[in-house]
């Protein structure tokens, strides 16, 4: 049998915790002890992007996994407890959402049961194209308007849920720690019955079942490496609703993201009213030198007629014609901003809002579908007869021979 031969090397500044390579495409994602995500090439090895740590994030990645597209890129955070998913693309967080525990393993696969019936369900499921138009562009001109719903990027939400058919992301951590997320946003499901910290899982393609490896510490200190195999039928038996409350759940989170970007816009074109209004009393506040407010000054004004030199200055100089005709502008061009975010974006937004929560709604009175999906959905139980079993590190050479 012929040697391995090496066909590249490449120094790196600093030691790498974790790396997983895509499933699409020639690259591999590295995760380094500084927190930095790399992405490069496997051909030359060439760096792609790096995406630094940030205090917003988190900087100890403990795991990554590759959606089955190759599309998007999830990370754990040990040190905020946190999982971030970004795009592959432009190195881009879209998504970040947090853990009851640190997570020390995730493994993200796509389910490939096909029957007619799953088919159809697929391709028509997302109806709200048919009934809901076109989110409008957040305007461009206030700092604060998300990437995500910018005219080049509109329908991110897509990319988030990435290809039709339904993919999983799987978590695992200490005590035992296993939670499932739909599109790797959703979390379906939380498994029990699991002891120790996970240090690999693998969810099978039908879902049907769910197998775990765990180190396990006995009572002198000794580490046991223990294997585990779930039985998650439940999951595949409600393999449509699950889907359909998954996507749901990602549009709603989207257009609640949605909403919120346009009150911000809102506040910042109310905030640029009182921009141009604290321009031209900022002089006037840091010459006056009399001991009453600002207030009182222009209240005295208007019930007696009589003003102090500095505020006179301000009349004659600053609030000229010219000057209140310009602010009359500015007050005019903001109200008007603020009119066309409540008229066009936040009502589209409550609209397109209302119709999934009330598709939810109907949802839920579904019983004889949807009720499975209730408390029972988040407890799955052990394979004790024929495929559930635990053994030991040195268990395991005897039972493999």
């Not at 029990?192 to 899982?201: F, K, M, Q």
Request: glycine share 6%; proline share 4%; net charge negative.
């Amino acid at each position: 049998m012929p040697a391995f031969r090496q066909v590249g090397e490449k120094q790196l500044p600093n030691p790498v915790l974790c790396m997983a390579w895509s499933p699409k495409r020639d690259l591999i994602a590295l995760a380094n002890t500084t927190g930095e995500l790399l992405l490069h090439r496997l051909a030359s090895f060439q760096r792609v992007w790096s995406l630094p740590p940030s205090e917003y994030t988190g900087k100890e990645i403990t795991a990554l996994a590759w959606r089955p597209d190759g599309k998007i890129l999830a990370f754990s955070l040990g040190d905020t407890k946190q999982v971030v998913l970004c795009g592959v693309e432009k190195a881009e967080i879209l998504h970040v959402f947090p853990m009851q525990n640190p997570v020390t393993c995730m493994h993200w696969m796509e389910v490939v049961e096909e029957s007619s019936a799953l088919s159809s369900f697929y391709s028509s499921e997302d109806e709200s194209k048919l009934f809901l138009p076109k989110l409008p562009t957040l305007p461009k001109s206030y700092s604060t308007t998300s990437k995500i719903f910018s005219e080049e990027k509109s329908d991110e939400i897509m990319n988030l849920l990435g290809e039709v058919r339904l993919n999983i992301l799987v978590l695992g951590g200490d005590a035992g720690f296993v939670e499932l997320y739909a599109y790797g946003m959703y979390k379906i499901a939380t498994l029990t019955g699991v002891s120790g910290t996970c240090r690999s899982l693998s969810l099978s393609s039908d879902l049907k079942s769910l197998s775990v490896i765990t180190e396990v510490r006995s009572a002198d200190n000794n580490p046991e490496i223990c294997y585990i195999q779930l039985d998650t039928g439940l999951l595949s038996d409600c393999l449509p609703e699950v889907t359909r409350m998954a996507r749901k759940f990602t549009h709603i989170s989207t257009l609640l993201q949605y909403l919120h970007l346009s009150l911000t816009c809102m506040c910042e074109a109310w905030e640029d009213i009182l921009m141009q209004m604290d321009l031209r009393l900022t002089k006037f506040v840091q010459e006056k030198n009399t001991s009453t407010q600002v207030q009182d000054e222009f209240l005295e004004l208007l019930l007696w007629g009589q003003s102090s030199p500095e505020l006179q200055a301000l009349l004659m100089n600053l609030l000229t014609v010219k000057g209140l005709k310009k602010l009359g502008q500015s007050i005019e061009s903001s109200y008007s901003s603020i009119q066309k975010l409540v008229i066009s974006h936040l009502q589209s937004g409550s609209e397109a809002l209302l119709y999934h929560l009330s598709e939810v709604k109907g949802m839920s009175l579904w019983k004889q579908k949807f009720e499975p999906l209730g408390p029972r959905f988040s407890s799955y139980r052990r394979c004790d007869h024929s495929c559930g079993f635990i053994f030991s590190e040195s268990q395991r050479t005897s039972a493999g021979d």
